[in-house]
């Protein structure tokens, strides 16, 4: 079992449309990264949360560690969103220096 | 941008062939990590270097050996290719001193063992 779980695994939306993405996790975690990863591969780093909420332009990141669960809301889509999101943790304790562990990925794709 | 580099961007190899992958970390980050990512699947740590020494290692054989070297850029070596070893792979890199161990990732080399 992945100790990182998101869903849903694809989501399609009409422009404009208000976008939430879920991530749960089983492990005590020190930090909980939303990653945007584009065709090609290449990923960006999108927020990193050990509490509360975190707001970027229209991105907004939250995170409840009592639940263990992070949602990450993309309000007024664009198809410029279209991209895998990708929750990953890392560990409370590990001894590797901020290895992450990832989910699986949230295929977005943004119609106009 | 990063400022994580990758080289190449896409390789072909056969079947039991050796393949090394390279990135160069941003500038300052003693730390590197690398990840293989299937297709359709999440990245899966394989290995970190910190100051030039393994720190850490997920569930790979020992045929991925990296490096790390002075000036912190790193090498991912696969020996004894396998079909299964088709993959992204991703280096990130990092600085201890910074908070929380933000991460930086490079773009990837997309290799096919065919």
């Known amino acids: 079992k992945n100790e990182v779980e998101q869903s849903p695994q694809n989501l399609t939306a009409q422009e404009g449309e208000f976008i939430t993405i879920n991530c749960s996790y089983s492990v005590g975690i020190s930090a909980l990264h939303w990653l945007q990863q584009h065709p090609g591969g290449g990923i960006v780093s999108l927020f990193m949360l050990s509490s509360g909420k975190k707001k970027h332009g229209r991105l907004i990141a939250t995170i409840n560690i009592q639940e263990k669960h992070s949602s990450l809301h993309i309000t007024a889509s664009h198809p410029r969103d279209s991209a895998v999101y990708i929750c990953?943790?890392?560990?409370?304790?590990?001894?590797?220096?901020?290895?992450?562990?990832f989910g699986r990925g949230t295929q977005l794709t943004v119609w106009p | 941008e990063t400022g994580v580099t990758q080289s190449p961007t896409h390789l072909i190899k056969t079947r039991g062939q050796q393949v090394t992958l390279r990135c160069s970390s941003q500038?300052?980050?003693?730390?590197v990590s690398w990840y293989q990512q299937a297709l359709g699947q999440g990245p899966q740590f394989i290995f970190q270097y910190y100051r030039e020494e393994e720190n850490g290692r997920g569930n790979f054989p020992p045929r991925f050996s990296g490096l790390q070297f002075p000036n912190y850029s790193s090498e991912l070596n696969v020996n004894a290719l396998e079909l299964d070893d088709s993959a992204l792979y991703l280096c990130?890199?990092?600085?201890?001193?910074?908070?929380?161990?933000?991460?930086?990732f490079g773009p990837g080399t997309r290799l096919t063992v065919t």
């Open positions: 500038s300052g980050h003693n730390t």
């Open positions: 990130a890199s990092s600085w201890p001193g910074q908070a929380a161990y933000e991460q930086y």
């Open positions: 990953a943790v890392r560990l409370k304790g590990g001894s590797t220096l901020g290895r992450l562990y």
